[in-house]
């Protein structure tokens, strides 16, 4: 469906819409009680020849009951959110296995830079793919963001992951990518003119596959 | 019905009671709130920015601190001369108000005079708004190690932003009371019955004192 | 330095002999600076439009010229294409125009100005020369801002939010004298804002009538009382990043710029500490006028008004507390996001208690669907969906495909149009007559409802769509990605019916121009009011009342039992009424 949320592609996903569902069913109900009571009464207590209105200045029941249902639904979709929230970008959340991926934003490009061969970053022998991100389906990836200019922001749907990267800040962001396929990356924070065209091709690799990229990524840089 | 039969220090008759200040009082006061939050702005930013830094230079290697204690007591002198000022209209002591006014403002212009002298210096050995200037005596202390390069344009930026606008805050009310003493002082318009202005710019001033000395604290001292 | 408010001499309400610029263009009366203010934000409010529609023909028709695009300079568009640096120049100054000169004067500048002192009961404001000043400002301030688009490399490229590094380095913007402009402009109308406040606040706790009790004050004042708070206290904030912005560029400090140790987020948590106090200065006076039309449109007292001005309240304290859920993505402490969910969470509350409290309100009334009463139905019906939405997004998990994409557009245009802007065309043709002797026409007034609404759902509503699907903001061109390919059809419909929302307003205009002068007449009190304001004849004169009225009751007793009619102004007096205490000295 082409106006519904897009295919769940990792595994925030699932919770995500989930929420997501959850808050249109119930901010759902509370649009159908107050339209339906706008339209009703619009109709119901409409001016007719001899209808005299009721003088009444509120009720507190009534006012008690509306304040406390409210607050109580917000309350616990907050709890319940949260939960959720610690989980995907909380500082302990970050997988102790994730494989490290440093993205460096730009005026108007995705550098991304792999750990090479001993699944590290930073030990002389990472090497960096512009504008394209290849990640294996199944394994927690960290995403190690930084930005050179300006505020970018990453931003995969199928992912439902976005996160700034911000000039002068490392920001450490994680995902479990679960479907296997090649997707978007997009900016989502205005970056400059440019900025609608800062794309990137996110591959989501089958494990061996995610190897055998790696493997001609390292010969091909050695013989370069 | 004319001004001089009122008591002009106490709210508009008839209106429902609001708080016990004429409205040129309340006024002043909403207004200070109002420039409560903007120098917040500033000096939470100054917060900010420099415990975003590792180092900072330390006080007195490029400020001047004595000459700017001396300016601070000046200062607070000019809200001693201006309490001065308002007991004596209270009393009805036209006398005493053109000393202690006339006091006041040249207690604030002398300020706003060594804060000019304290800037041109600066600039002249080398510290300005975006940090040192290249060749210049302060660029050779720097690189000698007096004070971390790294932030010294932070430091510049903070320094003459906050600064500034307090002598800014500053020359308006020197200018303001200025007119006031041509307009109001000399001529004796202030009565006992009615010295809202005097009450009002006194307000004003000692707002602009007391950031002062929160400024002084953070800025020079530590 | 004295007041004249509180002692002006009554005879200037007959003999007003004052020359024509005193009198229209440098006037210190509350009701002309209300009235400019009107035509100013009206003109923004245009230009925003017009800034918008470009905006539609792009996304619509990616990379097709527009028609009449070829009028524009060849740095905006080449053969009527737009250019994508122009193209955010249009994001950026609708959003500016639309928020800082358009909505936010029309609400404050307009009615805080025009209602305050007619609804409280008082000849003009505490300090007439300073309000006077406040609009004067807001007009340069305006000025400044639309002569950045005429500049070279034109305005700014940074989005009204001006995020910080892109707005602070013109190397990174393409834009320095734009920029500069739009700060300078920026900290004049935080300056008129400012004056502004200070007036309405002094004015409504030391110069209401004998006997306008805080809870005899109509909500309208209420709210208008809060946003004047809130706007007195955000703006210098704004103000004080404004001045560090155009110090960035102009003197070079390094206060947003990180290669120096200065901080990208500190722009965002200045901003938005303005920013969320913003929103509610946007939407705060509406509802208050809105409560009042409606009240008055179902012949009903308005339900639970005690706990209407709590919320009023209750949401201009918690505005303070809730900025950091537009920053729930900008790598701030996930913890601190956690905190503000909640409290924004909570803020949803009081906007509750007021939905229900109108419904209440109309609830066994006898319903007059006059064009305000239609607009101001229309606000609560809409604003609901703007407020619901915000639901999602203040839960920091579904902010995460949500943030930066149609469905935060979405929600801003539901509460900022849907919303505030419903609530003005009520209010507008509420207060018309007041301010002009003159009503605006009745049938066009209800077709321009039908049509905007309508056409208002057309253009928003699928908004939320794209958002889920993804759909960045502020993207030049959609067709660069596949995955929103299949959305571009939603996209060319919205813009068809953004097109036809654009036109409809042409409906309002005219009948907003031709009432001035052909409007039927109006009588002293044409929808049968409680308010003070009422009680004078059209359009209200200089100084307002030779005397001031006493007050005997709140602003709704509509179908009170002992009057005769189905409304009881708060100036008339009833057997049992006492007179005020503090009217003792009225008798001058």
């Known amino acids: ?224 | 019905m004319t001004h001089a039969t009122m008591d002009m220090m106490h709210p508009p008759v008839p209106a429902e009671p609001g708080v016990q200040a004429y409205n040129l009082k309340l006024g002043m006061w909403v207004f200070l709130a109002s420039e409560v939050m903007f120098f917040t702005g500033l000096i939470g930013s100054y917060v900010v920015l420099r415990f975003g830094v590792t180092e900072w230079a330390r006080p007195g290697v490029v400020l001047n601190i004595p000459i700017t204690a001396l300016n601070t007591f000046l200062l607070i002198c000019s809200s001693v001369s201006m309490v001065k000022a308002y007991a004596a209209i209270a009393d009805g002591d036209q006398k005493g108000l053109r000393l202690w006014f006339l006091l006041t403002i040249l207690g604030g212009a002398a300020f706003v005079g060594v804060q000019v002298y304290e800037y041109l210096h600066l600039v002249h050995i080398g510290f300005v708004p975006s940090g040192v200037r290249e060749g210049s005596e302060l660029a050779e202390r720097v690189a000698g190690g007096a004070a971390p390069a790294a932030t010294m344009g932070l430091y510049g930026s903070t320094f003459y932003t906050m600064t500034g606008f307090h002598g800014f805050h500053v020359t308006c009310g020197v200018v303001s009371m200025i007119y006031l003493y041509i307009r109001k002082v000399l001529p004796g318009k202030y009565t006992q019955q009615d010295y809202r202005g005097v009450e009002v710019v006194g307000l004003y001033w000692h707002f602009v004192d007391l950031v002062w000395i929160i400024l002084f604290t953070i800025v020079y001292l530590i | 330095m004295t007041s004249h408010a509180t002692t002006a001499p009554a005879g200037h309400a007959h003999h007003d002999d004052r020359s024509f610029l005193a009198k229209y263009v440098f006037s210190t009366d509350h009701k002309i600076i209300g009235i400019q203010f009107l035509f100013l934000s009206l003109f923004f409010l245009l230009v925003g439009g017009v800034l918008a529609m470009q905006m539609r023909w792009q996304l619509g028709f990616p990379n097709q010229p527009m028609p009449g695009g070829g009028i524009l300079p060849e740095t905006w568009a080449t053969d009527g294409v737009l250019l994508p640096e122009y193209y955010i120049q249009l994001v950026t100054m609708h959003g500016t125009f639309m928020v800082f000169f358009a909505i936010m004067p029309l609400l404050v500048g307009v009615y805080a100005n025009f209602l305050i002192p007619l609804k409280i009961g008082t000849h003009d404001m505490a300090f007439p020369r300073i309000n006077m000043a406040s609009f004067w400002v807001a007009f340069l301030a305006g000025a400044v801002m639309l002569s950045s688009m005429f500049v070279p490399e034109g305005p700014s490229r940074a989005g009204w939010t001006m995020y910080a590094p892109l707005s602070a380095r013109a190397d990174l913007s393409g834009v320095l004298l734009g920029q500069q402009l739009w700060c300078v402009a920026i900290i004049l109308l935080g300056l008129s804002s400012i004056l502004g406040s200070l007036n309405y606040i002094t004015t409504v706790i030391n110069n209401r009538a004998p006997g306008m009790t805080w809870f005899r004050l109509p909500l309208s004042v209420w709210s208008l009382f809060i946003t004047a708070i809130l706007g007195l206290l955000a703006l210098p904030v704004l103000s004080g990043a404004g001045i560090m912005l155009l110090f960035d560029q102009t003197l070079g400090t390094h206060f947003f710029d990180t290669t120096a140790g200065g901080q990208a987020l500190l722009w965002q948590h200045l901003f938005w500490f303005f920013g969320h106090p913003e929103v509610y200065i946007l939407i705060l006076p509406a509802m208050g006028m809105v409560s009042d039309i409606i009240a008055n449109g179902s012949r009903k007292p308005i339900f639970g008004y005690h706990s209407m001005v709590f919320a009023i309240v209750g949401i201009g304290f918690l505005s303070w507390i809730v900025w950091g859920h537009h920053m729930f993505m900008s790598g701030m402490n996930p913890t601190l996001g956690s905190t503000f969910m909640v409290t924004t969470m909570i803020i949803a509350v009081p906007s509750a208690i007021k939905v229900f409290n109108w419904l209440g309100t109309m609830w066994e009334g006898n319903l007059h669907f006059h064009v305000p009463m239609l607009n101001a139905v229309g606000f609560v019906a809409m604003f609901v969906i703007g407020g619901l939405s915000g639901v999602f997004m203040a839960a920091t998990p579904v902010d995460m495909p949500i943030h930066d994409t149609y469905f935060i557009v979405a929600h801003i245009h539901y509460v900022l149009f849907g919303g505030s802007l419903f609530a003005l065309f009520g209010a507008i043709t509420y207060w018309y007559p007041k301010m002009f002797g003159r009503m605006m026409n009745e049938r066009w007034g209800k077709i321009h409802f039908w049509l905007t609404m309508l056409f208002f759902n057309l253009v928003f509503f699928p908004m939320h769509n794209l958002g889920m699907g993804g759909h960045m903001r502020r993207i030049y061109d959609p067709t660069v990605y596949n995955f929103l390919d299949p959305m571009q059809g939603v996209n060319r419909f919205i813009s068809l019916s953004a097109f036809a929302l654009f036109v409809v307003q042409g409906i309002f205009a005219v009948n907003f121009v031709w009432s001035l002068f052909r409007g039927k007449k109006a009588d002293a009190n044409p929808w049968r009011d409680n308010g003070l304001e009422w009680s004078l004849p059209n359009p209200a004169p200089h100084g307002n009342w030779e005397r001031v009225p006493s007050v005997y009751r709140g602003p709704y007793e509509f179908s009170h039992p002992q009057a005769s009619e189905d409304f009881l102004p708060q100036h008339v007096k009833l057997p049992g009424d006492q007179e005020p205490a503090s009217a003792k000295g009225a008798a001058r």
């Open chain 1, 1 to 224: 469906m082409d106006w519904w949320l897009p295919l769940k592609g990792s595994t925030f996903a699932g919770p995500i819409d989930g929420l997501f569902l959850a808050i249109l069913i119930i901010t759902g109900i509370a649009f159908v009680v107050v339209e339906a009571g706008v339209l009703w009464f619009s109709v119901r207590y409409r001016h007719r020849e001899g209808r005299k209105a009721r003088h009444v200045h509120g009720s507190t029941k009534a006012e008690v009951v509306w304040t406390a249902v409210p607050a109580v639904t917000v309350v616990a979709l907050g709890i319940v959110s949260n939960q959720h929230w610690e989980r995907i970008k909380g500082r302990e959340s970050v997988p102790a296995d994730a494989y490290p991926i440093a993205i460096h934003a730009e005026q108007f490009e995705w550098n991304v830079t792999y750990p090479g061969p001993d699944g590290e970053l930073g030990n002389g022998d990472d090497f960096t793919v512009r504008n394209q991100l290849h990640v294996p389906v199944g394994r927690n990836v960290l995403l190690v963001l930084t930005a050179e200019d300006v505020i970018h922001s990453f931003w995969v749907p199928v992912f439902r992951l976005k996160q700034d990267a911000v000039p002068g800040m490392t920001i450490r962001a994680w995902v479990q990518p679960t479907v296997a396929g090649e997707y978007e990356l997009a900016c989502a924070e205005l970056c400059g003119m440019g900025h609608y065209k800062m794309r990137a091709r996110v591959f989501v690799h089958p494990q061996p596959d995610f190897e055998t990229w790696m493997q001609q990524q390292i010969l091909e840089g050695a013989q370069s």
